[in-house]
C-alpha cells in the first residue's frame, strides 16, 4: 500500500539527499520547488484557471570546473533520491519503511483539490475587481484581470558551508483596458507584489488597482492619437527612473563578468584581473556613478533584494562605477576565481536547471545637481520619454538599441504623443549626450525583466532625471510598431 504525506520541503529534500551519500564528496545541490497558479477574468465573462508544480535538483560538482547535473523529481523522498542516483548510474537505497513513503500524482492531485476553495476565492474577486472597474472608470472600456500567484522555495547544501533555504511568495495582477470598438487595440499594466510570508489577491488593494487601470486607459488614449515623429532629435528628456533602463543597457551589461571577459578578449587583451577589469581607468563621464544595491527593491513590490546570490554568496553593495572610473565588476564565484578578486553575490539564475551567471540587481544612476524643473524647461520642443520599453546592447558592435513604447512632444497643456520608436547610437553617443541630472528620485526602484543567454530574470534601476543633447546624426529615430521582439531587456 502506498501511503501519501505532504510534499517535501526543498530543505529535508536536501538533507535527506546529504545523508543518503549519494552525492560525491566536495559538490553543491540546489533544490527548487516551483508552484505557480494563473487565473484571469476576461471581458466577455469567461474565466480561466492554470495551475502547475515542479521540482528541480541541480548537483554542481565543484571540483569539475563547475560541471553540472539536473534533473527534475517530485515533492518526495524517494523521488529525489532516484533522481540524482539516476545522474550518477547508481541504484538508490531503500528508504525506511514498507514499501517506501512517497507523494503520488493521486497525492498531488488531492493537494490541488485541496486549494481549490482559495482559487475559487480568487475567481470571485477577480470577476468582482472587474465589474467595478468597468462601472468605476464609465468610458465603456472593456476590462481584464489576470492574476498569477508563485510560490518558489529554494535549499542550498553543500559538505564544506552552511546550508540555506529561501521562500519566496509573489503575485502579479495584469489589468488590460480593451477598445470596445476595436478589441486589438489594449493597453496593459502591471502590479507585483511578493513577500516572504504571503503574496495573494489581497495583496492589491483599490488604490492601486484603481491607478493601474487609469495608466492604462492613458496607454490606450494615446495609441489611438498618437502620430509619427518628424523633425531632427534635439533634446531627450527622461523623467525619473526612465534613463536607468538605458544605462542597464550601455554600461549595467558591460559591468557584468562574463560580458567584460567577452569585451575584453574579443579586443586582444588577457584574461588577468587588470587588464579584463581595467580597474581605475575612465569607462564613463564624470557624472557617471553606478550602484548595484538590491536593497533598493526590497519590500512589498519585489523579489530581487534577497540576502543571499543563487549560490549562497552573501548579496553586498557594489560600487562599480566611481565619478567615471571602474570600482569592480559584478562576479559570480566562477569568475571572481578567474579574476582573483571576492565574489559580489552576484550569481543569478533563472531556475535549477541553469548555470548561475552575473546578474545585475538594481543598478542605481547617482544624482546630480540641476534642478528637475529647469530641465523640463531647457527641453521645451523635443521628446519627452515617458516609458523605455526594452533595449539591447551589442557587444561586439557597441551599438545600442532602446524601444521607446511611450513619448511626447509640448508642454502639459499642448502634449502630442508620439508612436513607439527606437533609439539607435553607440555606446558613446548615450553617454556623450547626457547634458543634465536632476536630483535623486523620490520613488523607489522601478522593476522589470531582462534576458541574458536564455535566463530570464527581475531586474531593476533607478535614475533621476536626464536631459540629453546628442549631436546631428549620433542617435537615430527609428518608427517601429511597438513591438517588444526587438529587445533583450
Known sequence: MIRTRPPATPRE???????????????????????????SAESSGRSILRRSSRVGLSVRLLDERGMRLSATSDCSLAGARRAVAALFGDEPPRIDGAGGERLDRAGL????????????ASA?????????????????????????????AIA???????????????????VTLVNPFDERLRARERLDRFGADGADESSFGAEALLEAATRARRRLEDRLCARPFSGVVRTLYFPPHRFGRVVHEILGHRLEADFALIERLSAGGGASQSSLGRVGQRVAPDWCTLVDDGDRASGPTSRIGAMVDDEGTPRRRSVLVREGRL????????????????????????SYADPPLPRMTVLALGPGVDDEESLRQRAAGGLF???????????????????????????????????P?????????????????????S????????RKQRQTLQTGWSAPAVLCEPRPGEIELIPTSGSRSRGDG
Open 124 to 152: 470571485i474577486w477577480l470577476d468582482a475587481r472587474r465589474d467595478w472597474l468597468q462601472r468605476t472608470l464609465g468610458d465603456g472600456s472593456l476590462v481584464e484581470l489576470k492574476l498569477r500567484r508563485d510560490e518558489r
Open 385 to 419: 520619454i515617458d516609458d523605455v520599453e526594452w533595449g539591447r546592447l551589442d557587444v561586439a558592435s557597441g551599438r545600442v538599441r532602446i524601444g521607446v513604447s511611450r513619448s511626447h512632444v509640448g508642454s502639459r497643456e499642448s502634449r502630442r504623443p508620439i508612436e
Open 421 to 441: 520608436f527606437v533609439l539607435v547610437g553607440s555606446v558613446e553617443a548615450f553617454l556623450g549626450s547626457v547634458c543634465g541630472l536632476g536630483p535623486a528620485p
Open 443 to 450: 520613488s523607489s526602484a522601478v522593476t522589470g525583466r531582462c
Open 327 to 350: 570600482e569592480r565588476l559584478l562576479c559570480d564565484r566562477r569568475h571572481a576565481t578567474l579574476l582573483g578578486c571576492p565574489p559580489s553575490g552576484s550569481g543569478r539564475r533563472a
Open 156 to 174: 542550498l547544501s553543500t559538505f564544506d558551508r552552511e546550508r540555506l533555504e529561501t521562500r519566496e511568495r509573489s503575485a502579479r495582477l495584469e
Open 13 to 39: 529534500l536536501a538533507d535527506d539527499l546529504v545523508a543518503s551519500r549519494l552525492l560525491p564528496s566536495g559538490c553543491e545541490l540546489f533544490v527548487e520547488r516551483h508552484r505557480s497558479v494563473s487565473q
Open 109 to 120: 492531485d488531492t493537494l490541488d483539490d485541496a486549494r481549490g476553495a482559495e482559487d475559487d
